[in-house]
């Protein structure tokens, strides 16, 4: 298939990082949340004066609620208790976001623009491709059909198909939009099982991917992470945050913001600080 297909079925698989032309992602399973034990509820923030590459800068302020911390090369990390206060954890998380997309804003303008473009293309017409070789491969659960650069590929749980320099591939929970043309890749889906599974949210264009994830069940665990190959104006090249929290709040709400774009100990370390607070 083309080439455009392997990094988007690799993300699919949810196994290892798969390299584009520009962007790298890894997604990993998350594990049953009931496994995990429940999360506690946090009165006070637990501050330590470090945490793996952390350093705690002052006291706790605003009433034991935030605490701030320095990381390598000017890295910043602030963690958060949010009390809900009759709003939903989607919202709260919602305004998190917000205020970090505003260190970023190329990456934003990027996302949002190949975003548009897409929902436009959707509702288009696709022309047809121009006559070349053809394949046709059939079988008990396998059906294969090529012409020139299109095909259509239908295994057991996997259903492909390439238009052009376009692909669309269903793999389990997962579906997945790929452009070869602009280096997009979009991908949504959720786990399977009793209730309301996990899921995972991929945009990738060119120079900026967002990586959206959270666990099933009523208590919240929740990832989200922008970054941008570009340096903002002050240098940053990721932001994002880590939250948890019990049913009811309160959260715990650990914020990164980075100028390495790997997610390094920086994030790890920041996941540390809310696994300490309110378990894992």
Not at 145 to 155: H, I, N, P, R, Y
Request: hydrophobic residues 35%; charged residues 20%.
């Amino acid at each position: 298939m083309r080439s455009l297909l392997m990094p988007a079925l690799c993300l699919a698989a949810l196994t290892a990082a798969c390299d584009g032309d520009s962007v790298r992602i890894s997604s990993t399973h998350t594990q049953d949340s009931d496994a995990k034990g429940a999360l506690k509820v946090v009165q006070t923030l637990h501050c330590p004066q470090t945490m793996g590459s952390l350093t705690r800068k002052g006291s706790a302020t605003a009433g034991g609620a935030v605490c701030t911390y320095a990381g390598p090369r000017g890295a910043e990390v602030s963690l958060h208790l949010v009390k809900l206060d009759g709003a939903t954890p989607a919202e709260t998380l919602t305004a998190f976001e917000q205020r970090l997309s505003t260190a970023m804003p190329q990456a934003v303008a990027q996302l949002t623009a190949a975003a548009d473009q897409g929902k436009a293309a959707a509702g288009g017409t696709t022309e047809p491709s121009a006559a070349g070789d053809r394949a046709s491969i059939k079988g008990p659960g396998v059906d294969i059909q090529t012409e020139g650069d299109d095909a259509t590929v239908s295994l057991p749980g996997l259903h492909i198909e390439s238009r052009g320099d376009q692909a669309s591939v269903r793999i389990g929970g997962f579906h997945i939009d790929a452009s070869d043309g602009d280096g997009a890749v979009d991908i949504e889906g959720s786990g399977s099982g009793s209730g309301e599974g996990d899921s995972v949210s991929v945009q990738a264009h060119q120079d900026a991917a967002e990586i959206r994830t959270s666990a099933g069940g009523e208590s919240t665990r929740a990832s989200w992470i922008l970054t941008d190959n570009r340096p903002s104006e002050a240098g940053w090249r990721l932001v994002g945050y880590e939250a948890r929290g019990p049913a009811g709040g309160p959260l715990v709400v650990a914020t990164v913001r980075s100028r390495d774009r790997e997610r390094g100990s920086v994030f790890e370390d920041a996941k540390e600080l809310v696994t300490l607070n309110v378990g894992e």
